[in-house]
Nanobody
Framework: QVQLVESGGGLVQAGDSLTLSCAASGRTFSNYQMAWFRQAPGKEREFVAAIRRSSFSNYADFVKGRFTISGDNAKNTVYLQMNSLKPEDTAVYYC??????????????????WGQGTQVTVSS
């Protein structure tokens, strides 16, 4: 069992940066594949980025070069550094964890644990 708590969301302007944090409790997050998803109003939840074994990362095409996922084993925390934010990045961002770590998981139903979400709003 693992509990996930996101933080760091907020209202920013286009071109700004923001860092989201996901604190994991219960078990060491390095035992999980950790991911960020997002969901905009009226849209399905979509994959943003994932990290496995604390170092292997994968990204959705629409965030490559702008977002960076990373983890801090000592703090049991995963981060999503978001640069050059665009209005279309506006969404609720969710942290997720899966016990499957051998392959990249981009489907939301592959993840076992979810945080409550944090709102990111990017104004133009």
């Amino acid at each position: 069992q693992v509990q996930l708590v996101e933080s760091g969301g907020g209202l920013v302007q286009a071109g700004d940066s923001l860092t989201l944090s996901c604190a994991a409790s219960g078990r060491t997050f390095s035992n999980y594949q950790m991911a960020w998803f997002r969901q905009a109003p009226g849209k399905e939840r979509e994959f943003v980025a994932a990290i496995r074994r604390s170092s292997f990362s994968n990204y959705a095409d629409f965030v490559k070069g702008r977002f960076t996922i990373s983890g801090d084993n000592a703090k049991n925390t995963v981060y999503l550094q978001m640069n050059s934010l665009k209005p279309e990045d506006t969404a609720v961002y969710y942290c997720a964890a899966s016990t499957m770590i051998r392959v990249v998981l981009a489907a939301a139903n592959a993840y076992d644990y979810w945080g409550q979400g944090t709102q990111v709003t990017v104004s133009s």
